[in-house]
């Protein structure tokens, strides 16, 4: 890189580098301006020939100046590179091609020939820039400084001018869209539909856009220069020229794929590139979010979906929890404008919903919707047929209850999804978000709660029955997805649900009556003696088969432990003890009572849920690692426990192969 281009022969740089003084003498600088008005005869000459040949001959110039000098150059030697070679002289190509041409031919030759082919020279400077090549060898600039120095600024001066046009071409881009919407809007007609339906969403719903359709399209020259600039993006020097171009025009997915083959490329690539290679390289964008979601998954973030109970917590900030959540905001950030890997994003949520069944991973895709509308990225959340009824869910998070309105607007959304359509799906992943779950159990309580009051059955209640329909269709969410049949709850007005929760209803009567009657002594004249506080079996067999009953049964004995309700827990705790896989299935049921155990105050309520139930859920070993972390087990205990029953398991295999010998010795002795 260092060797002096230009010069007739290596020999005589060979001398100059050999020069104690690093000063040409007065020989060497007469020679060399010999030399040069030498070369300048031979440029004049090689020219004029050129405009004779393209007065007599039709050809293109390009072909009259390849025949000239392949006329100059006839003497020389086989080592003389190919011409395709003369784009390609960097890197392994170029030293593969001189470690075969330094092993066939003279050493100084094959120097001499490939400084003469790949230099600058007059074809691609001018005269005045060769005079200032002998400068600057008088000044002991090398001329691996030199050619640096050009290709810097060459490299700037092109990547302004990509960079102009592609800005001439988004302005002509952007005139030509105004116009077109200028037409289209006075031509359109507005077609009046109910607010906030499914119907409405899926019309506001836009076509999937490739990010690469919205920059301007790469000409022919484009292309051309991507092209021939494409081979070398490996090249430190080089790179920026085709990432510029694929990140600010609209190029061949072709050129995209190539970088998804090669990490290290695409690593090193912006991230608006990166978009674009997920866009159409599937596995790439599932290797880039898959760390991210088990990072979540085993983050801490993940304890704020656990409990059922808010009431011993701060309430719930959904946009500050995002804001603060690293995993969304990274997901956000690599989905950027691009409603596509919007959709892959969904896609793997659910496809993992299905498969594992954890919640969470509804409660994300929540989260990532209602991101984008935080930050007001129209262009995404538009795309999702569930925003409004996503916001809407959002808003009672943050309130902790579901008023009048929001209702309503639940309701309408809910009742507009005709059978089968697959936004029903969506619908159920955003209710199965474990904190809409909360606050729509709460609402349906404090709903059973004014029948109470009311002196009404739970079946003439409108909002009842919208709530325990969106309980159920988030409950059984899962199982929807998997089966893919898509359809709301039926309304059951007078059916199985109803009646369960009338049935739930009467033992908040029976428990409120005793209230009354511990409370105010004068009441017992008028009430009588009541019987002794149990669950029905009629109650207890609802709620073994009514997922939404049992939903709000146990969120009622949370209610009760934050209230010190000692003796309703003493009556539910029976069946809390023989209904133990179907309490399980409701985590965070479990995971409530691990939260509040250490803050209960009354000791005998204390030692109920300690000893009673928590010790019945530690089986389930997920119950059991929580249970670890927050200090309700000592893990040295688990694990002296487990070596006794490993001997208890090993003494016992003992005696069994003990008993099936001496059944052998019989059979031989029979």
Same mark, same amino acid.
């Given at each position: 890189?260092?060797?002096?281009?230009?010069?007739?022969?290596?020999?005589?740089?060979?001398?100059?580098?050999?020069?104690?003084?690093?000063?040409?003498?007065?020989?060497?600088?007469?020679?060399?301006?010999?030399?040069?008005?030498?070369?300048?005869?031979?440029?004049?000459?090689?020219?004029?020939?050129?405009?004779?040949?393209?007065?007599?001959?039709?050809?293109?110039?390009?072909?009259?100046?390849?025949?000239?000098?392949?006329?100059?150059?006839?003497?020389?030697?086989?080592?003389?590179?190919?011409?395709?070679?003369?784009?390609?002289?960097?890197?392994?190509?170029?030293?593969?091609?001189?470690?075969?041409?330094?092993?066939?031919?003279?050493?100084?030759?094959?120097?001499?020939?490939?400084?003469?082919?790949?230099?600058?020279?007059?074809?691609?400077?001018?005269?005045?820039?060769?005079?200032?090549?002998?400068?600057?060898?008088?000044?002991?600039?090398?001329?691996?400084?030199?050619?640096?120095?050009?290709?810097?600024?060459?490299?700037?001066?092109?990547?302004?001018?990509?960079?102009?046009?592609?800005?001439?071409?988004?302005?002509?881009?952007?005139?030509?869209?105004?116009?077109?919407?200028?037409?289209?809007?006075?031509?359109?007609?507005?077609?009046?539909?109910?607010?906030?339906?499914?119907?409405?969403?899926?019309?506001?719903?836009?076509?999937?856009?490739?990010?690469?359709?919205?920059?301007?399209?790469?000409?022919?020259?484009?292309?051309?220069?991507?092209?021939?600039?494409?081979?070398?993006?490996?090249?430190?020097?080089?790179?920026?020229?085709?990432?510029?171009?694929?990140?600010?025009?609209?190029?061949?997915?072709?050129?995209?794929?190539?970088?998804?083959?090669?990490?290290?490329?695409?690593?090193?690539?912006?991230?608006?590139?990166?978009?674009?290679?997920?866009?159409?390289?599937?596995?790439?964008?599932?290797?880039?979010?898959?760390?991210?979601?088990?990072?979540?998954?085993?983050?801490?973030?993940?304890?704020?979906?656990?409990?059922?109970?808010?009431?011993?917590?701060?309430?719930?900030?959904?946009?500050?929890?995002?804001?603060?959540?690293?995993?969304?905001?990274?997901?956000?950030?690599?989905?950027?404008?691009?409603?596509?890997?919007?959709?892959?994003?969904?896609?793997?949520?659910?496809?993992?919903?299905?498969?594992?069944?954890?919640?969470?991973?509804?409660?994300?895709?929540?989260?990532?919707?209602?991101?984008?509308?935080?930050?007001?990225?129209?262009?995404?959340?538009?795309?999702?047929?569930?925003?409004?009824?996503?916001?809407?869910?959002?808003?009672?998070?943050?309130?902790?209850?579901?008023?009048?309105?929001? +209702?309503? !607007? =639940?309701?309408?959304?809910? @009742? %507009?999804?005709?059978?089968?359509? *697959?936004?029903?799906? &969506? #619908?159920?992943?955003?209710?199965?978000?474990?904190?809409?779950?909360?606050?729509?159990?709460?609402?349906?309580?404090?709903?059973?709660?004014?029948?109470?009051?009311?002196?009404?059955?739970?079946?003439?209640?409108?909002?009842?029955?919208?709530?325990?329909?969106?309980?159920?269709?988030?409950?059984?969410?899962?199982?929807?997805?998997?089966?893919?049949?898509?359809?709301?709850?039926?309304?059951?007005?007078?059916?199985?649900?109803?009646?369960?929760?009338?049935?739930?209803?009467?033992?908040?009567?029976?428990?409120?009556?005793?209230?009354?009657?511990?409370?105010?002594?004068?009441?017992?004249?008028? +009430?009588? !003696? =009541?019987?002794?506080?149990? @669950? %029905?079996?009629?109650?207890?067999? *609802?709620?073994?088969? &009514? #997922?939404?009953?049992?939903?709000?049964?146990?969120?009622?004995?949370?209610?009760?432990?934050?209230?010190?309700?000692?003796?309703?827990?003493?009556?539910?705790?029976?069946?809390?003890?023989?209904?133990?896989?179907?309490?399980?299935?409701?985590?965070?049921?479990?995971?409530?009572?691990?939260?509040?155990?250490?803050?209960?105050?009354?000791?005998?309520?204390?030692?109920?849920?300690?000893?009673?139930?928590?010790?019945?859920?530690?089986?389930?070993?997920?119950?059991?690692?929580?249970?670890?972390?927050?200090?309700?087990?000592?893990?040295?205990?688990?694990?002296?426990?487990?070596?006794?029953?490993?001997?208890?398991?090993?003494?016992?295999?003992?005696?069994?192969?003990?008993?099936?010998?001496?059944?052998?010795?019989?059979?031989?002795?029979?």
């Amino acid at each position: 890189a260092d060797a002096k281009q230009g010069e007739p022969t290596p020999a005589e740089s060979i001398e100059e580098s050999t020069n104690s003084s690093g000063v040409m003498s007065n020989e060497q600088v007469d020679v060399a301006v010999e030399e040069e008005e030498e070369e300048g005869e031979e440029e004049e000459e090689q020219k004029v020939k050129e405009e004779e040949a393209g007065e007599k001959d039709s050809e293109p110039a390009q072909v009259s100046k390849r025949r000239t000098c392949d006329d100059d150059n006839t003497d020389q030697t086989a080592t003389e590179p190919p011409k395709s070679y003369a784009q390609v002289m960097i890197g392994l190509l170029g030293a593969e091609f001189l470690r075969s041409a330094l092993s066939k031919g003279a050493p100084l030759q094959v120097i001499s020939e490939f400084q003469k082919q790949n230099r600058l020279n007059g074809n691609t400077i001018t005269d005045t820039s060769l005079l200032s090549f002998k400068l600057l060898d008088l000044h002991d600039q090398s001329r691996s400084t030199v050619h640096r120095s050009i290709l810097g600024r060459l490299r700037i001066e092109l990547l302004t001018a990509i960079r102009q046009l592609a800005q001439d071409q988004t302005a002509a881009r952007r005139v030509g869209s105004q116009r077109t919407h200028t037409v289209t809007s006075t031509s359109a007609t507005d077609t009046a539909e109910p607010v906030g339906t499914a119907k409405q969403e899926k019309k506001k719903k836009k076509s999937v856009v490739h990010l690469g359709d919205r920059l301007p399209k790469a000409t022919e020259e484009v292309l051309a220069l991507l092209t021939a600039s494409f081979p070398y993006i490996a090249f430190e020097e080089l790179q920026q020229i085709p990432i510029t171009i694929m990140e600010l025009f609209n190029v061949p997915a072709t050129y995209l794929l190539q970088l998804a083959t090669n990490n290290d490329l695409s690593h090193t690539c912006p991230l608006s590139i990166n978009q674009r290679i997920w866009e159409v390289h599937d596995d790439h964008f599932r290797r880039a979010v898959f760390p991210l979601l088990e990072e979540y998954l085993s983050s801490s973030e993940v304890s704020a979906f656990s409990p059922l109970w808010h009431e011993t917590q701060a309430k719930s900030q959904p946009k500050a929890r995002r804001r603060s959540s690293q995993t969304i905001q990274r997901l956000v950030e690599m989905v950027g404008q691009s409603s596509l890997l919007y959709g892959k994003i969904v896609h793997y949520l659910r496809t993992l919903y299905v498969s594992t069944k954890n919640p969470i991973f509804c409660a994300l895709r929540s989260d990532i919707l209602m991101a984008f509308h935080d930050i007001g990225l129209d262009a995404i959340y538009s795309t999702d047929t569930c925003h409004n009824i996503a916001w809407c869910l959002d808003a009672c998070i943050r309130d902790d209850k579901v008023d009048v309105r929001q +209702i309503a !607007e =639940l309701r309408t959304y809910a @009742l %507009s999804l005709e059978a089968g359509d *697959r936004v029903t799906g &969506d #619908l159920a992943m955003i209710v199965a978000n474990p904190l809409a779950m909360n606050v729509l159990t709460k609402a349906l309580y404090s709903s059973l709660e004014a029948c109470i009051e009311e002196k009404a059955l739970p079946s003439t209640n409108a909002d009842v029955d919208i709530l325990s329909r969106l309980i159920r269709l988030g409950l059984e969410s899962s199982m929807m997805l998997e089966r893919e049949s898509f359809k709301l709850p039926p309304s059951n007005l007078g059916g199985m649900m109803t009646r369960s929760l009338a049935a739930l209803t009467s033992f908040l009567v029976d428990v409120h009556l005793h209230e009354l009657v511990a409370q105010r002594p004068e009441a017992f004249e008028l +009430i009588g !003696e =009541l019987p002794p506080l149990q @669950l %029905s079996k009629t109650l207890c067999l *609802r709620l073994s088969n &009514d #997922l939404v009953a049992r939903k709000v049964f146990l969120y009622y004995l949370l209610s009760c432990i934050a209230e010190s309700k000692t003796f309703v827990i003493e009556v539910c705790t029976t069946y809390l003890q023989s209904s133990l896989n179907l309490v399980l299935g409701d985590l965070p049921f479990v995971q409530s009572l691990i939260e509040m155990v250490r803050g209960i105050q009354n000791h005998r309520l204390q030692s109920i849920v300690r000893h009673d139930l928590l010790s019945y859920y530690g089986a389930n070993p997920l119950i059991l690692e929580r249970m670890i972390k927050c200090g309700l087990v000592d893990e040295n205990t688990i694990s002296r426990d487990d070596d006794e029953i490993e001997d208890q398991d090993e003494e016992a295999m003992a005696t069994d192969d003990e008993g099936v010998h001496m059944h052998d010795a019989v059979n031989v002795v029979g």
